[in-house]
């Protein structure tokens, strides 16, 4: 089962620094905080208005190779073309990957950039890198754990932007991850993963996310024709350290009759102990009435949901789109390690071909075409992408291993045209020749999605004002 949880919790010292910075503002050049972030987010939306509402972003942690899905070498040598062949499509000068059929029929909503580089060729440097837009402290082969010193994710802005705006009367929170904090499945939960949450920003800004503890629901690898109890998503709140869990309450109550139980829960454990506005706002959000219908996903006809795919990511993606009509502004979706495989493919392309691949291609395919014909998808930007992609060069067991020098990202919505490649790489799928999209420049692009200035600052935990996005721009010419 699926439950939510308030987020990972900083120490007692960052959040007593950071609460009171947030919680009172301090005085800076005569401004308190909320004044200058009501200031510059003024002078961010007078000369424009935000592309989307919205973004579904889609983290396919890993590493998908490029020379598998949007950007295939044909003419290449063996070694580097590898073993898949390109299909028609609806989007001139796309090679996209034979095992992608239903993505190359929508293909004709999608901006395919082909050029996204980096030169942290790691899991967890990558994975912070792309949500935050920040190259940070996160060592080499380590960053097992998020950190207060970390970058705090877009996503985290948009929620400290909400809350300075509307406060924490709000009955959806702005930042949601689902179907689990990155690295949740990697090893029962032993490399949790930088890069969601708000880091030094402080933890009241941290999202909102659902969590599952098995790695496999079935007995059948691929995760089809799971039940509803398996995939239902359900409610898990923070209470001072203590989680209040709907998960060991009888399965056979109705979700009403939970929810009605877990308020009884928070009301009293408020009035006995007092929280703190963090633990007060994760509790109160997973306990609002509109909170429990947005997670309800059985109240979705038996053949949308079949349309995503009855496995963990298509009904996570199900779920992004559920919380985006609720009100939800960033919803990250994690693809990591879902059904015991890992985009992570040094040993062979049997797992990419077999179950990551169709699984992607039908979720993914049915989220962009149910957000259009819900008329969703001009106001939501849907980004799908890894932290970094795979070497033009095979190995010797017909893996790939770790390239960020070049990757792909498909984008959808948000008032970007579709059917069109943006950059251009080299003929082994290596290296970029135009175009080039960092992820400094992937930040910088979601916040003008958003209608979030990128020059924004913030307070950081020292007190002093600190750019969100150094080094990065808008890629406007994806709307152009």
Known sequence: MLSITGGWRRTCEGVTRRTLLQAGGSGLMGLSLPSLWQAQALGASSDRAAPAKSV????????????????????????????????????????????????????????????????????????????????????????????????????????????QQHGLARSMPAYMVVPNSLGRLQEAGQYPRPGEHAGWLG????????????????????????????????????????????????????????????????????????????????????????????????????PVRDRYGRHLFGQSCLMARRLVQAGVQFVTVHYD???????????????????????????????????????????????????????????????RDHWSTLFSAALAGGGIPGGRVYGKSDKDAAYPLEKVVGPEDLAATLYHALGVDPELRVLNAENRPTHLVEGGSPVLGLWA
């Open 337 to 399: 390690c879902v059904d015991g495989y890992s985009w992570d493919s040094h040993q062979h392309s049997h797992d990419v071909k077999k179950s990551l691949l169709p699984t992607f291609d039908q979720a993914y395919s049915a989220l962009i075409s149910d957000l259009s014909e819900r008329g969703l998808l001009e106001e939501t930007l849907v980004v799908a992408l890894g932290e970094m992609g795979r070497t033009p060069r095979a190995n010797a067991n017909w893996g």
């Open 56 to 163: 579904i972003f889609l983290l396919l942690f890993g590493g998908p190779s490029q020379l598998e899905t949007f950007d295939l070498k044909p003419e290449a040598p063996e070694a580097i073309r590898g073993p898949f062949k390109p299909i028609a499509c609806r989007t001139p000068d796309l090679l996209i990957g034979e095992h992608l059929p239903l993505t190359a029929q929508i293909s004709d909503r999608l901006c395919v950039v082909r050029t996204m580089s980096h030169s942290f060729n790691d899991h967890s440097g990558g994975g912070h890198y792309v949500q935050t837009g920040r190259r940070w402290h996160v060592p080499i082969g380590g960053g097992f754990k998020p950190t207060p010193k970390d970058w705090p994710s877009v996503g985290s802005v948009i929620e400290h932007q909400a809350q």
């Open 203 to 302: 933890q009241r800004y941290n999202p909102v996310t659902t969590k599952i503890d098995k790695r496999s629901l079935t007995d059948n690898p691929y995760w089809r024709d799971c039940s509803d109890e398996e995939l239902t998503f359900q409610i898990e709140g923070l209470a001072q350290g203590n989680e209040l869990t709907l998960d060991r309450l009888d399965r056979r109550v109705s979700l009403l009759q939970q929810f009605d139980t877990q308020r009884r829960q928070v009301e009293a454990a408020t009035a006995e102990s007092g929280y703190g506005s963090f633990q007060q706002r994760a509790l109160g959000l997973v306990t609002s009435p509109r909170t429990r219908e947005a997670l309800d996903i059985r109240r979705e006809a038996a």
